[in-house]
Every structure is written in structure tokens, then in C-alpha cells.
């Protein structure tokens, strides 16, 4: 019998966030809702507040494909086996956590139990996204795995020449259109979240989803609606990435045939 060829080993880089403070300054006041006087809209911040929305945003995008990637490629690998149905099971059951909850456990384990500097920076929120929306990242990808050919990835690990060429030429093509839907799925995500978010966050610091009800707690009707079009609009905006790259992904593969079968016609 043929020897059994090993299969690639996929090593999942560790994202360990620094535990700086935060740019704008270490303020330690009371919640954002809390602030300002009575009947007043709350004052607006500068562009450091500004810039932190989006670094926020796009951590939590990127930083949930790492274990998603991982989480579903356990799971694609066993499919048959009992440790298949334990991944299945550990990609679901964090989305039947509250967001409320996943903010308390945050906040116990990086504030007691990991002393590690975290607790009240800008890394928060975007565990606070990861804990939530990677499980959703996770099972996008294990669907684009399973439309994906098994027989293309057998001959990378044949015909392999390293690992960093077989994952850009071969695997990364092939899982770009998950990769995308996943991205796209965890921002859309990542830029509603309110009830993780709203525990974890350093003080003096909010993002659009806070700011939004702080404005309705102020009366200001008008702040509201346009931060909720400018929401609209960037989900809007996602979700349409998201189909193009799938809606590409099945020309691409669709139009191989064809493509060859007028090749052949022609020769």
C-alpha cells in the first residue's frame, strides 16, 4: 500500500494584542452615556476618536478570520469522526451566548484572571467582536470549503514545493471568496454590536452604534438619522462585496468548461 501522505499542517498565527494605553488620553470618567449636562448633546470628539472607529472595525473583520479559518478547517479535515461533531459544536454554541454575557466573561478574564494589560484599552472591543461574530466567520468558510474541490487540494499537498507557496498559489485562491463573504459578514457584525461593546469599552471612547444612543438619550432626532442612514449605507455596502465576490467566484468557475470546450473546438 502506498505510503500515507501527511496532511498540511496549517499554523494559525497568534495575535496578541499590546496593552498600550489609550492614544487619547487616560481618562477615567464615568460611561459616555453619563456625560455631558442635563439636556446638552454630548460633546463631539477629535479625529483620535475617529480613527479609532475604524481601526476598530477593521481589526474585527481580520481578526476573526484567524480562528475561523481554523475552527472550519478542523471540521472540514473530520468530518467523520466525534471530533468533527465537538468543532461543529464549539463553532455554534457561542451564538446562543448573550452579548452581555460575553462582555462579563471579557471583562472577569482579562481583568482578574489574565492580568495581562489588556483590561481597558482599545483591544477590548475588538475581542469583544471576536468572541461573537467568529463562530459566523467559522461557518461561511466551512461552506466555501465544502463547494470547493477536495482532489485540488490533495495534489497541493502531493506536488507541494513549501507550505507559503502551496497556501498562495492553491488554498488562498480557492478560500477567497469565503474570505471575503466572512470579512464582510464580521464587519457588518462588528459595526452593530452594542452589548459587549458597550462593558468593554475604555472610558472616553464609543463607537457609532454608542454614540447613535447617546444622541436618542439627548433628544438630538436628526444626529440619529444620519448616523443610522451612514450604518445603512456601509451595511448595504458589505453585504454587495460580499455577494460580487460569491456571485465571481461561480462565473469564474462555472465558465472553466466552456472556455475549454471552445479551445478544443477551435484546435
Given at each position: ?176 471568496p469565503g474570505l471575503v463573504a466572512a470579512a464582510c459578514m464580521a464587519f457588518a457584525l ?78
Amino acid at each position: 500500500m502506498p505510503a500515507r501522505i501527511p496532511p498540511l499542517v496549517c499554523r494559525t498565527p497568534v495575535w496578541r494584542p499590546r496593552g498600550r494605553g489609550h492614544p487619547c488620553g487616560d481618562a477615567r470618567g464615568l460611561p459616555p452615556r453619563h456625560r455631558g449636562h442635563h439636556g446638552q448633546a454630548p460633546a463631539r470628539s477629535g479625529g483620535c476618536e475617529r480613527r479609532y472607529r475604524g481601526v476598530v472595525r477593521h481589526r474585527d473583520c481580520s481578526r476573526c478570520l484567524l480562528p475561523a479559518a481554523r475552527l472550519c478547517r478542523r471540521h472540514h479535515d473530520e468530518p467523520r469522526r466525534a471530533a468533527g461533531g465537538v468543532w461543529c459544536l464549539l463553532c455554534i454554541a457561542p451564538l446562543a451566548v448573550p452579548s452581555p454575557l460575553v462582555g462579563i466573561g471579557l471583562i472577569v478574564l482579562w481583568n482578574s484572571l489574565l492580568p495581562a494589560g489588556i483590561y481597558g484599552t482599545a483591544a477590548m472591543p475588538v475581542l469583544a467582536a471576536l468572541a461573537r461574530f467568529a463562530p459566523v466567520a467559522a461557518l461561511i468558510l466551512l461552506a466555501q470549503l465544502r463547494h470547493t474541490d477536495p482532489l485540488l487540494t490533495d495534489a497541493a499537498r502531493v506536488f507541494r514545493r513549501g507550505v507559503v507557496r502551496t497556501w498562495v498559489q492553491v488554498r488562498l485562491p480557492l478560500l477567497a471568496p469565503g474570505l471575503v463573504a466572512a470579512a464582510c459578514m464580521a464587519f457588518a457584525l462588528s459595526a452593530g454590536e452594542l452589548g459587549a461593546t458597550l462593558l468593554v469599552i475604555p472610558p472616553g471612547l464609543e463607537t457609532v452604534t454608542i454614540r447613535m444612543y447617546n444622541y436618542l438619550h439627548y433628544g438630538s432626532s436628526g444626529a440619529v438619522a444620519g448616523l443610522g442612514l451612514v450604518m445603512t449605507v456601509l451595511m448595504l455596502a458589505a453585504g454587495a462585496v460580499a455577494v460580487a465576490a460569491m456571485r465571481g467566484w461561480s462565473r469564474l468557475v462555472n465558465g472553466r468548461p466552456s472556455s475549454h470546450g471552445a479551445g478544443g473546438d477551435t484546435g
